[in-house]
């Protein structure tokens, strides 16, 4: 296995539902990210942790928890959602920043999550 | 705050006609700028990293620019399979991971 990969791929929830999404990655990377994709939106990013503690949160709802238990493994557990969350979620990886060159991004296929 | 534009929103193009994709930045200490490319319901895929004005990147049909404000992607001799939608983002100076990503453009290549 190589990359980032997400599971499941596809979810469907109800709003009174919890469930979780997973990110492994297998790249040796020490950053880890979820990203938001809607339609006709640029990414918004939701969480970074950097050496597995969480550098930044967004503004994003408590309806959103992310969990990092090491630097290769990402969760996003998911409860009483709204169909305005329906997206796509997206795991990504990194270096953690280091010097002064930026450090590329590499992300997983996605998750295509509906809340119905 | 930093921002990306990209244009246009989507591009239409014969096969073999080359053109290029523009993304207009602004950014608060450049650390890298970033071209990715995405496929319907996939995750974007990484492309190139530019660092400083005047950089150059190829790979295959594509070679992306890199100036003090703006990154052109040019697309030589397109062919369908290039059709996606291209993605700019672009890394502060900031103390912590953040990159901002443009909406895109869609990129459709016509046989």
């Known amino acids: 296995e190589t990359g980032v990969t997400q599971t499941p791929r596809h979810l469907v929830m109800g709003m009174t539902n919890k469930k979780s999404l997973k990110c492994e990655q297998h790249l040796g990377h020490n950053a880890m990210y979820w990203y938001k994709q809607s339609a006709k939106k640029p990414l918004e990013l939701m969480f970074v942790y950097s050496l597995e503690e969480r550098v930044e949160n967004n503004s994003v709802p408590s309806r959103f928890s992310p969990e990092c238990p090491n630097s290769s493994h990402l969760f996003l557990h998911l409860h009483t959602l709204q169909p305005e969350d329906s997206a796509l979620y997206l795991c990504a990886s990194s270096q953690a920043r280091t010097g002064v060159s930026g450090n590329t991004i590499y992300f997983g296929e996605g998750s295509w999550l509906t809340v119905v | 705050e930093d921002q990306v534009t990209q244009s246009p929103e989507a591009l239409r193009l014969q096969e073999g006609e080359s053109s290029s994709l523009n993304c207009s930045y602004t950014?608060?200490?450049?650390?890298?700028l970033f071209w990715y490319r995405q496929d319907p319901g996939k995750g974007p895929e990484f492309l190139f990293t530019?660092?400083?004005a005047g950089e150059e990147k190829e790979k295959e049909r594509l070679k992306a620019t890199l100036t003090k404000k703006e990154s052109f992607l040019h697309i030589t001799a397109p062919k369908p399979e290039d059709s996606a939608t291209y993605l700019c983002a672009v890394q502060n100076s900031g103390g912590y991971q953040k990159v901002t990503f443009g909406i895109g453009t869609k990129l459709q290549v016509i046989p």
């Open positions: 530019l660092y400083s």
């Open positions: 950014v608060s200490g450049l650390r890298g």
